[in-house]
């Protein structure tokens, strides 16, 4: 009714107030209400309503008139956001339209293409963060478990101390260790003085030290030594790459560092790509965890595959397209040696089973540098190399009998190579070991995990005792046990 009977200019205030007024006393229900429009003398239009009686029940008081404009001014607030937010919404795909009838008139591939990567990194940024959460909501409920344990645990310390408040000492020879004196009894009734008195005993380190200082199970006596893999824990994420070039890719630590470097320092290469040059250097951990680099090496020559490391301040990688393997000396950015595999296979002749061109993969253990690779003459089987870290020349070989493109990767741990069975299997197993002292090779069953369900890379790191990986786009670490030599 009153947007019929608005027809001189209602766009003035005094005119929209009076409709207003004027459609409450109709719709309230002043049924008997009159309301006339009409030109005044001069020409302006007027609007007049009267009702027959001014206490008749069905007109609004003065309050609830009041509260009434209100309720109304509310919605229309309300409704005038609603259509802001449309009016944007609609500007957005009318502004992408255009972009899409623009690119398909002009370059319709090369838009195409261009609107392709960018859903795709739109896509991976979502399993990026799906992932992070699914790893957050994991590590909560793991605390969450953790603090309960160990409430119960305090909750029945505390009540076991009530029970036993002040106990006496007991005097009995069982209770008494070893080589030690049994303390003076508390005096409970002389609240004014109490001496104590306590005797040392020697203990053997290794009856203490059942566990590292991380928390982490070591290897047994001595723990720090040399052994056969028994263990490898859970992957500890530390750092997800930003863009689709880091689905995979190598990280490292020089566990031999060289100054001006320390234990920090860590290096990154993105390995996806037809020309990898660049170089990530973070002085820090905490740099590199979050994502700012101290320096960026640009390589003379390009790399190929996952399969670099650092040893004793150089960078060792294979030449793309190649079977060269190169020195680069990172402080002073130059190349120190390159050297040729005698009849390794490259660029895809004798990958691991996930590919990635991973023909060439250079390790370091406790002994120092080697290389993992086959040839024709080994008919695919893995090699192992022993190679000097200076001028790179072959020190030693080994042909073992595991066929190097059914394994997902390997690293060394004191001169023993293991193989991993699945890049991409979630529950994975160390299927493989080969002792180069003895020449022999052996079956194993250590879990192993693929969170991320693509490890591209898996490298040992013998000052930190760890496994580096990374599984697709992220760097775990593993922590692992050896056994007793």
Known sequence: FCARC???????????????????????????????????????????????????????????????????????????????????????????????????????????EGLQKELELAYSNLVRDKSALEEEKRRLEAENGDLAR???????????????????????????????????????????????????TEVPASRILKESPSGQPRSEEGGTGCGELI??????????????????????????????YTQETTWRIDTVGTDIRQVFEYDL??????????????????????????????????????????????????????????????????????????????????????????????????VLSKLNPENLELEQTWETNIRKQSVANAFIICSTLYTISSYSLPDATVNFAYDTSTGSSKALMVPFKNRYKYSSMIDYNPLEKKLFAWDNFNMVTYDIRLSQV
């Not at 609830?64 to 309720?71: E, F, G, K, L």
């Not at 036993?164 to 508390?186: H, I, M, N, Y």
């Not at 500890?236 to 863009?243: F, Y």
């Not at 130059?334 to 990958?351: D, N, R």
């Open 285 to 382: 951990i905490s740099q590199f965890l979050q994502g700012y680099p101290s320096k960026v090496h640009v390589l003379p020559r390009p790399l190929e595959s996952t399969g670099a490391v650092v040893y004793q301040g150089s960078l060792y990688f294979q030449a793309a397209e190649s079977r060269t393997v190169i020195r680069y000396e990172l402080r002073t950015e130059t190349l120190k040696a390159e050297k040729e595999i005698p009849g390794a296979g490259y660029h895809g002749q004798f990958p691991y089973s996930w590919g990635g061109y991973t023909d060439i993969d250079l390790a370091v253990d406790e002994t120092g540098l080697w290389v993992i690779y086959s040839t024709e003459a080994a008919k695919g089987a893995i």
């Open 6 to 112: 608005c027809h001189c200019r209602p766009e003035m205030p005094a005119v929209q107030l009076l409709l207003l007024l004027a459609c409450l006393v109709w719709g309230v229900g002043a049924r008997t209400a009159q309301f006339r429009k009409a030109n005044d003398r001069s020409g302006r239009c007027q609007y007049t309503f009267s009702v027959a009686s001014p206490n008749e029940s069905s007109c609004l008081e003065q309050g609830q008139a009041m509260s009434a404009i209100q309720d109304l001014q509310r919605d229309s607030s309300e409704q005038r956001a609603a259509l802001e937010s449309t009016k944007a919404r609609l500007s957005y795909l009318e502004a992408l339209l255009h972009r899409l009838t623009l690119g398909q008139a002009a370059t319709p591939w090369d838009t195409q």
């Open 231 to 260: 263990w490898v824990g859970e992957p500890v994420t530390l750092r997800t790459a930003e863009t689709l070039t880091g689905k995979y890719g190598v990280w490292m630590r020089d566990p031999q560092a060289a100054y001006p």
């Open 150 to 200: 160990r409430l119960e645990s305090s909750s029945e310390e505390v009540a076991s101390l009530r029970r036993g408040l002040c106990p006496q000492a007991r005097s009995t020879s069982e209770d008494v260790p070893p080589g030690s004196k049994e303390v003076s009894k508390w005096n409970l009734e002389n609240v004014d003085f109490q001496e104590l008195k306590s005797e040392l």
